[in-house]
């Protein structure tokens, strides 16, 4: 005869606490539906509870396929400096091909062309990184990815339309996002996600709260957008001092091939890092340059009460 013991242990605080690999060790038992409550269990095996998106216990060596589901909405600064449409980014980069179909992120996403092919207030204008991060300890990245950002700042999956699909434990995250040259942002509070109910996290809100103060910049028709300027890999964007943003974008415009005589007006065009308004060219000094965008940024952050060209606009992430 058969003993099979449920323990039942419900807790909010399962089911994110570890990350297991989609695996499956069943040596024996059986499941059992009834209605939205879904009961695994195994014999003669330690005991593991885990809460999915509906409600799900299970037990012994079983790791259900948890995932959520997730819109951000965030503003880069960049291609807001001069929109040519009220409300929406530039997608400059995209209407000139410049936008890479492999992710400049760390898991070198791929993506197919034709998603760049969209036009209008859904179109592409980069790619952006999204991290969830522990509730109780900040530091702890519990899933990252590559995803697509949309002129009117939906944050979608890599076919350029979909709602982001993370495979993570429901639960309750801090939502991380971040672009190559902007500095990045985090929800100040836990954000609860689970797969049932597609969850919107609009960071172009200025009532929603992000961690640090002044983690992003807010525009003259009140909607906040990450910070741009920071084209040198640290955390923060400085116009001159210890670690200054602008030489690298003069020494980029220098260095690049096709300057034969070293102006400092030449222009650099294409996908680049010191491209801080995302207008697909790279410009120190002349006709549409790049370097005072982050002199009027460091002017205009609430921080510089004396308005030092040194000030340094620090990201507001946990690490810092
Ligand atoms: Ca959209
Ligand atoms: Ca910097
Ligand atoms: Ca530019």
Same mark, same amino acid.
């Given at each position: 005869?058969?003993?099979?013991?449920?323990?039942?242990?419900?807790?909010?605080?399962?089911?994110?606490?570890?990350?297991?690999?989609?695996?499956?060790?069943?040596?024996?038992?059986?499941?059992?539906?009834?209605?939205?409550?879904?009961?695994?269990?195994?014999?003669?095996?330690?005991?593991?509870?885990?809460?999915?998106?509906?409600?799900?216990?299970?037990?012994?060596?079983?790791?259900?396929?948890?995932?959520?589901?997730?819109?951000?909405?965030?503003?880069?600064?960049?291609?807001?400096?001069?929109?040519?449409?009220?409300?929406?980014?530039?997608?400059?980069?995209?209407?000139?091909?410049?936008?890479?179909?492999?992710?400049?992120?760390?898991?070198?996403?791929?993506?197919?062309?034709?998603?760049?092919?969209?036009?209008?207030?859904?179109?592409?204008?980069?790619?952006?990184?999204?991290?969830?991060?522990?509730?109780?300890?900040?530091?702890?990245?519990?899933?990252?990815?590559?995803?697509?950002?949309?002129?009117?700042?939906?944050?979608?999956?890599?076919?350029?339309?979909?709602?982001?699909?993370?495979?993570?434990?429901?639960?309750?995250?801090?939502?991380?996002?971040?672009?190559?040259?902007?500095?990045?942002?985090?929800?100040?509070?836990?954000?609860?996600?689970?797969?049932?109910?597609?969850?919107?996290?609009?960071?172009?809100?200025?009532?929603?709260?992000?961690?640090?103060?002044?983690?992003?910049?807010?525009?003259?028709?009140?909607?906040?957008?990450?910070?741009?300027?920071?084209?040198?890999?640290?955390?923060?964007? $400085?116009?001159? #001092? *210890?670690? +200054? @943003?602008? %030489?690298? !974008?003069?020494?980029?415009?220098?260095?690049?091939?096709? &300057? /034969? =005589?070293?102006?400092?007006?030449?222009?650099?065009?294409?996908?680049?890092?010191?491209?801080?308004?995302?207008?697909?060219?790279? $410009?120190?000094? #002349? *006709?549409? +340059? @790049?370097? %005072?965008? !982050?002199?009027?940024?460091?002017?205009?952050?609430?921080? &510089? /009460? =004396?308005?030092?060209?040194?000030?340094?606009?620090?990201?507001?992430?946990?690490?810092?």
């Amino acid at each position: 005869m058969k003993y099979l013991k449920f323990i039942v242990l419900l807790c909010s605080s399962i089911g994110f606490s570890q990350i297991l690999e989609r695996s499956s060790l069943d040596s024996g038992g059986a499941s059992s539906t009834v209605s939205n409550l879904q009961l695994i269990y195994s014999i003669g095996e330690t005991n593991i509870q885990e809460r999915s998106g509906s409600f799900q216990v299970s037990e012994g060596f079983i790791t259900p396929n948890f995932k959520i589901k997730i819109s951000p909405i965030v503003f880069l600064q960049g291609p807001l400096v001069n929109p040519s449409s009220a409300g929406l980014m530039n997608d400059a980069l995209r209407s000139n091909n410049y936008i890479p179909t492999t992710s400049p992120y760390a898991d070198n996403a791929t993506v197919d062309a034709s998603v760049f092919t969209v036009t209008g207030s859904n179109a592409i204008v980069d790619w952006v990184w999204i991290e969830l991060r522990q509730e109780n300890d900040t530091l702890k990245i519990v899933t990252s990815r590559s995803a697509l950002l949309q002129r009117d700042g939906d944050v979608v999956a890599l076919d350029g339309s979909s709602t982001l699909v993370l495979n993570v434990a429901p639960g309750n995250h801090h939502v991380v996002m971040k672009h190559r040259n902007h500095l990045s942002v985090m929800s100040a509070n836990p954000i609860t996600l689970s797969e049932a109910t597609t969850t919107i996290v609009n960071f172009t809100d200025s009532m929603f709260s992000t961690f640090g103060s002044n983690a992003q910049v807010q525009l003259a028709n009140n909607v906040m957008a990450l910070w741009t300027g920071n084209v040198n890999g640290d955390d923060i964007i $400085q116009y001159s #001092g *210890t670690n +200054p @943003d602008v %030489p690298s !974008i003069l020494s980029e415009v220098l260095n690049d091939s096709g &300057n /034969f =005589l070293n102006f400092p007006t030449y222009v650099v065009n294409g996908y680049n890092i010191h491209d801080i308004n995302m207008d697909g060219k790279t $410009q120190y000094t #002349g *006709t549409e +340059p @790049d370097s %005072p965008l !982050i002199l009027q940024n460091i002017l205009a952050h609430p921080g &510089n /009460f =004396l308005n030092f060209s040194t000030y340094q606009i620090q990201e507001q992430l946990p690490e810092n």
